[in-house]
């Protein structure tokens, strides 16, 4: 277990800026703590990049990248009214993307999503619509038909043993026919525009006082969050971040997400597309890096083998993984239809064909999410959404043409698992253990 044991507590030990031998070495009379923090810091890039973890500082350095190179290019690229726009542009493919985040970290992959969000589309507008059920009522029958495709792909891969590419690229196939079957060769179903799906990438909280009551309630639930860890590790005898570090950290986020809420603010305020997305990290990230189970799944990203013998239900782990990823691309299909208030088969044609499917990958491992296995989160995918989804919003500011940017896209995701497999290649030849 631990490959798990390394993931949720990314930070601690030398490369969190804190020693092996006590909770806090070198934090005495003559060092300060903002200069400790500030060294913590640094420790804790170098040593990500040393073990090939930086897809996280890529993306960062990326988007700051973009933002001045589209900036000066329109500058309207940086407006709140864009910003804002954005922030729901990411959420139907950054919920995707959740789900691929967790099929990634044991070492596999879903190429059925695309076609798997189309489909929640296509059966929620035709019970919605076609056959007058309640909206709620369609919804959940729309969420749970993706929750049982990627349990019916689960038990294909864990129990019957077709491997998860065959499997999946069947489904996608698969589903993107039933689709297109459920829609009809020319219909197009329009969706209520006052109703729920449709208000989910509508409705706005227009009170500067609920932005800015998110951006407060955040900073300190990150910050008691990891003052009761710094409390366990110290209780436990482990290594644990600095108080300093702890709330240098907590500024830098406090910074962030007062700044983010100013600029919703000004335009229309906090959108629920939005709100909803960041719960489903807290949520996502949660079960990953502070549950059993979550512990399992990062073991079981580190070698089937060893998680079996560590008593990890390898099959049912499996299963559970392609469940959760179905039942997010289902939820990102309605964010999806929300956003075109429609389904028809042109955009079910489009998301088999792949696009969505590549921006989800694309969104994960450009944000730090490893293709083999073990090593990832969650939030991982906010940076990567953002800056897939930020290149196609300059570019559409700057009228260039779609070809260019499914180019840029792919290079940008090239490049990304590119640095992720010669980063592997430099710890099996430097012989560090890692994940997958």
């Excluded at 969190?16 to 923090?37: C, D, F, I, K, M």
């Excluded at 507008?125 to 929750?147: D, F, K, M, T």
């Excluded at 450009?366 to 906010?382: A, C, E, M, Y």
């Amino acid at each position: 277990m631990a490959v798990s044991g390394s993931e949720p507590s990314r930070g601690a030990g030398p490369r969190g800026g804190t020693g092996a031998g006590t909770a806090t070495p070198g934090w005495g009379p003559r060092t300060r703590g903002w200069q400790r923090s500030l060294k913590g810091y640094a420790d804790d890039v170098r040593g990500r990049v040393r073990d090939g973890d930086h897809g996280p500082i890529s993306a960062v350095l990326g988007l700051v990248v973009i933002g001045i190179v589209f900036q000066s290019l329109d500058s309207s690229f940086l407006s709140p009214r864009n910003l804002s726009n954005l922030s729901v542009d990411i959420v139907g493919t950054g919920l995707v993307a959740v789900g691929i985040v967790f099929v990634l970290l044991i070492g596999e992959i879903d190429l059925s999503v695309g076609s798997v969000s189309g489909l929640s589309g296509a059966v929620f507008a035709v019970l919605n619509v076609n056959l007058g059920i309640p909206e709620w009522l369609a919804v959940i029958v729309a969420v749970v038909s993706g929750a049982a495709v990627g349990a019916l792909h689960g038990v294909f891969f864990a129990r019957i043993g077709v491997p998860a590419f065959v499997v999946t690229l069947a489904g996608l196939l698969i589903w993107n026919g039933l689709t297109l079957y459920l829609l009809g060769a020319s219909g197009t179903i329009n969706i209520d525009q006052s109703g729920l799906v449709a208000s989910l990438t509508s409705r706005y909280f227009g009170a500067h006082a609920v932005s800015y009551g998110l951006a407060a309630l955040g900073t300190a639930g990150y910050l008691l969050a990891s003052v009761r860890h710094r409390k366990r590790n110290r209780a436990a005898g482990m290594p644990s971040r600095p108080p300093g570090e702890i709330w240098l950290r907590g500024g830098v986020l406090a910074v962030l997400a007062f700044g983010a809420a100013r600029v919703l603010n000004q335009f229309q305020g906090l959108p629920l597309a939005l709100l909803i997305f960041l719960v489903v990290l807290v949520v996502s990230d949660y079960i990953l890096r502070r549950t059993r189970y979550g512990r399992r799944v990062y073991a079981l990203g580190g070698g089937v083998e060893a998680a079996r013998r560590a008593g990890v239900g390898v099959e049912r782990i499996r299963i559970s993984m392609f469940m959760l990823s179905g039942t997010l691309a289902a939820v990102g299909g309605l964010f999806v239809a929300s956003g075109l208030t429609s389904a028809s088969p042109t955009t079910a044609r489009v998301a088999g064909s792949g696009m969505l499917l590549i921006n989800a990958i694309a969104a994960a491992v450009i944000g730090g999410t490893s293709l083999f296995g073990g090593r990832g989160s969650p939030w991982s995918v906010l940076l990567g959404v953002l800056v897939i989804q930020s290149i196609a919003s300059g570019m559409t500011l700057l009228g260039i043409e779609d070809a260019i940017q499914f180019m840029i896209t792919g290079g940008v995701l090239l490049a990304a698992v590119a640095a992720d497999s010669l980063s592997r290649r430099a710890d099996r030849l430097s012989g560090r253990p890692r994940a997958g």
